[in-house]
């Protein structure tokens, strides 16, 4: 790149920085996500480290933060609030680390590894002991004095605990931390927000934002806020703190709510580790983070190691991969799954969010589409959470081009061209396993691991077989030969064996995911349990009348009018009889016999289970006598939670529910070892 170029550059990206932080912090309306903007703001920095005279004095790299909304009153901060480099990849944090290293002339340095909250920098400034004033990060320097509303979030002490060092409660200290909405809170909110017919807010770091920002402190008052501390400094003289790790204490012992997980360690090991396993726990997390933030322990080589003019060179934030993504919908396609319901997916430029390449998202329904109003050619916001399919988050509106038109639902199906029906919120294919999509699809669910489990027989392999006549309903899965296979692409003699092998073990299911694996509407794993319990086979099922289903507990008339209508179709009972003439013979298994521990209780799990798996844990249960559910109600009487239980704990407690752990659970259906 010559000079002239680097200059019209670094003048382009100051002039979209500037703006897209005037849109993020006084507006509330980002128009990029944090990933896009850290891009853009590491290449302007590179550039001005290579032509530091092109570096101008108001450079977004030169700031803290941005201009201030007037609806508030401009208050100073005792000391400058800094922001924190952002680093992506692990090579970013071994030269961090290595700086570090090389500065303070020894070989290894200890780190205090935190979680990096997604909310709102505050600080909060205590004199001798008492809040006097609350306000926002601002532009680092100044900030807007929101103190009413912060005296709302309870975890705020509004005078300083008895127990916090003398240093504390003597002069003026300033308090910082984050200001968040705990994810429960968020979804309450956005399902308020929606039966107010207002618009949902596109994540809970805007939530939070909105709620503290408010001019009336009764709304903000209104939404259940957290606050979590992570810093403080003295005015004069410093505080009084060998480490980050005694200041941490030091705030807790004040009364703040201070994050437990943290992790010290010496070098980078415990650094990569803790990264690691936050991002495994996210999703579990009662708030929202995106990344850890690595501080190095000791506060006199903080001092040493000092600050730039944006940064702390002391510590840096080392973020997870984003989860929510800007990009275009290129196109809307229909998806025909399984049971004939159209699913409108989003077609997108290609995209990276949360180290996956993403470029399709769910749509759901019409009336989703209608709420959201996404059309193609539009620039959407797209979020992953975990491993769920990625779904459209928001538009934004105004990058639409002007030729776009609202979204339709197909009268006709897209795959077989048969007629469409709507049904309730859902249009469905009225074609049935005549659709080729419905049947693939049908198919695919039959084999799938939890049902017939049969390994090697994946979509590509069904859809070949289909293309070929081979398979027109389940029971043809049995009259696959290895002739058959041997013309299909991508099998050998061994893969063929072993596919071969697999489809002649799935032979003895056991009764309950037989019934699974039939793809009857409605019928999940549990309820399959429960008929397969009852019932103890399939003949009974053929003449089951819908009362006879509506007798078992957990079965009401709308599982109960799927079940009879499936077992009552002659197509289905041809099937049946053919998967029976082809060795298929599900197995009945015994609940153990004895005391049932669990009897009468309805049990929910939550959290994460580390001794076996939750499927594992729920079989015990119900083969201890017990009825599972997934959701909280006054028919629960049992709570076994794990670490992260969430909103299910909370829900628990209020309602009074009893509440054991992984090992009182173990324990009281006799497994003690």
Known sequence: ??????????????????????????????????????RLFRELKALEEEYPDLRAPDSPTQRVGSALRTAFKRVPHVAAMLSLDSLMEADEVRKFDERLRRTLEIERVDYVVEPKFDGLSVELVYEDGVLVRGSTRGDGEVGEDITENLRTIRAIPLRLDDDAPKAMRRGT????????????????????????NEEPTPNARNAAAGSVRQLDPAITAARRLDFF?????????????????????????????????????????????????????????????????????????????????????????????????VTQVMDIAVQVGRTGKLTPVALLQPVEVSGVTVSRATLHNQDEVDRKDVRAGDTVRIRRAGDVIPEVVEVIRDRR????????????????????????????????????????????????????????????????????????????????????????????????????????ASKRPRLDRFLYALGVEHVGATVARLLGDHFGGVAPLLDASEEDLQAIHGIGPEVAESVRRFFSSARNRRVLERLRAAGVRPVVEKRPKGAQPLAGETVVFTGTLERMSRPEAQRKAENAGGRIATGMSRKVTLVVAGP??????DEAKKLGLAVIDESAFLARIGETT
């Open 1 to 38: 790149m010559t000079r002239a170029q680097a200059r019209k550059r670094i003048e382009a990206l100051g002039a979209e920085l500037r703006e897209h932080d005037h849109r993020y912090h006084v507006l509330d309306q980002p128009t990029i996500s944090d990933a896009q903007y850290d």
């Open 173 to 196: 200290v300033a308090v910082r931390g984050e200001a968040l909405m705990p994810i429960a809170e968020f979804e309450a909110l956005n399902k308020r927000l929606v039966e107010q």
């Open 644 to 649: 992260g239980a969430g909103s299910k704990l």
């Open 229 to 325: 501390a992570y810093d403080a400094a003295g005015a004069e003289p410093p505080l009084p703190f060998a480490t980050q790790r005694e200041m941490l204490d030091a705030l807790r012992a004040s009364g703040f709510h201070v994050e437990k997980n943290v992790r010290h360690g010496t070098g980078l090991d415990p650094v990569f580790a803790f990264h690691t396993t936050l991002l495994e726990r996210r999703d579990r997390l009662d708030y929202e983070i995106d990344g850890v933030v690595v501080k190095v322990d000791r506060r006199d080589w903080q001092d040493l190691l000092g600050v730039r003019s944006r940064s702390p060179r002391w510590a840096v934030a080392y973020k997870f991969p984003p989860r929510i993504e």
């Open 401 to 504: 081009p002007r030729d776009t038109h609202p979204f339709q639902m197909p009268r006709r199906c897209p795959v077989c061209g048969a007629r469409v029906d709507r049904v309730g919120a859902y249009h469905l294919c009225t074609n049935g396993l005549a659709c080729p999509a419905q049947l693939q699809a049908h198919i695919g669910h039959f084999v799938s691991r939890g049902a017939m489990d049969i390994v090697g027989l994946g979509d590509k392999t069904v859809r070949q077989l289909m293309d070929a006549g081979l398979l027109k309903d389940l029971a043809d899965v049995y009259r696959i030969t290895p002739i058959d296979l041997a013309g299909l692409e991508g099998f050998a003699e061994k893969s063929i064996e072993n596919l071969m092998a697999a489809i002649d």
